[in-house]
């Protein structure tokens, strides 16, 4: 399935079984030799949820949490008959998330998550600074001095507005910030270019898979710090390679929701 471009192969651990999921998230994810994928999400039955998703990168990593992921799980438990709720509760490393279903025609086409509060103190994305809060703090990279603000998700990013992003080296700067020993656990990056207060382009560099096509928490820290910045306004389109997502950071109670879109592929078998 995918949102966005953002693709993933989600394996149904309610009916399967996946004892090595870091080998096989390697193994699927490549292109050449797997089905070729942005990473492996397994979907399982929770004792404390609806649901509960684990996500795994590119490279074998155990990632906290993946907005788009989650939308797809939320379509993959409805299509297939797993529940007629259109109101989910789903347990992720990052904490429980709450998804809307928004079915047609018995199949979930869009779905808004509520991914919570947005993490802003350094301590919590981690990232290592003198600073309470990174906002707009210019640090000196091997490609260059970037200013960046730092939020997270349930997952670190680091977000650089831009102008001029189609045409800006992602993958050279993206790898050198997310390697940077001021984030001890690695970050995502995102790479902004501010259109009007309610509309901005993104260009994301994953951590642990490289640029994506889209990337929904990242999308939801791009608004998030256009806010801190003064760049964008609290509800805005995020436009990435894939897609649009719509964003909103609420005043009432200050999470940041998500919505878009969710699209199975193909289903099959791999021999594993």
Known sequence: MHGTGNDYVYVDCIKERIDNPVEFAVLVSDRHKGIGSDGLVLI?????CDFRMRMFNMDGSESQMCG??????????YDNGYTKKTTLSLE??????YLRLFPSEGKVQRVRVDMGEPGLQASDIPVTSDEEQVVGLPVEFAPGTFAITCVSMGNPHAVIFAKGIDGMDVAGIGHAIEHHKMFPECTNVEFIEVLSPSRAKMRVWERGSGETQACGTGACAALVAGVLNEKLARKATI???????????SETDQHVYMTGEAITVFTGEIAW
Do not use: D, F, N
């Open 44 to 48: 399982s039955r929770s004792a404390t």
């Open 239 to 249: 436009l990435l390679l894939g897609g649009e997502l719509e964003i909103e950071w």
């Open 92 to 97: 992720t490393l990052s904490g429980v998330k």
């Open 68 to 77: 788009t992921a989650s939308r797809c799980v939320g379509k993959y438990v």
